[in-house]
């Protein structure tokens, strides 16, 4: 199995920017899509964004697209975020999270249930100031 490990969380204020890293050990990264997920306080851990395999592809969710992109170097073993213009309402734990294959069906529709992915990373706390 895979090990992950989120980094490059902080305290910033509103409209700043943040790179997120996720770490991966252990089996042939490449052979895994990854995702990122965020829980703000009282909230349930939402999607954020994916990647496939090779990152030719990516998917994010509606809150983020157009801030937010996500990218991935196998040759490091790391996938990042990229999160421009935060906003308070970005404030949340952010967890990177991979699965075997692909990270959509077979339909084309991106995993976005927590389920979905097996491996979690300890995550990584992000804050933003208004």
């Known amino acids: 199995q895979v090990q992950l490990a989120e980094s490059g969380g902080g305290l910033v204020q509103a409209g700043e920017s943040l790179r997120l890293s996720c770490a991966a050990s252990?089996?042939?990264?490449?052979?895994?899509?990854v995702g990122w997920f965020r829980q703000a306080p009282g909230k349930e851990r939402e999607f954020v964004a994916a990647?496939?395999?090779?990152?030719?592809?990516?998917f994010a969710a509606d809150s983020v697209k157009g801030r937010f992109t996500i990218s991935r170097d196998n040759a490091k073993n790391t996938v990042y975020l990229e999160m421009n213009g935060l906003k308070p309402e970005d404030t949340a734990v952010y967890y990177c999270a991979a699965k075997l294959g692909s990270p959509y069906d077979s339909i084309g529709r991106y995993y976005t249930a927590n389920h979905e992915y097996p491996y979690w990373g300890q995550g990584t706390q992000v804050t933003v100031s208004s």
């Open positions: 990647i496939r395999r090779s990152g030719s592809g990516t």
């Open positions: 252990g089996r042939t990264f490449s052979n895994y899509a």
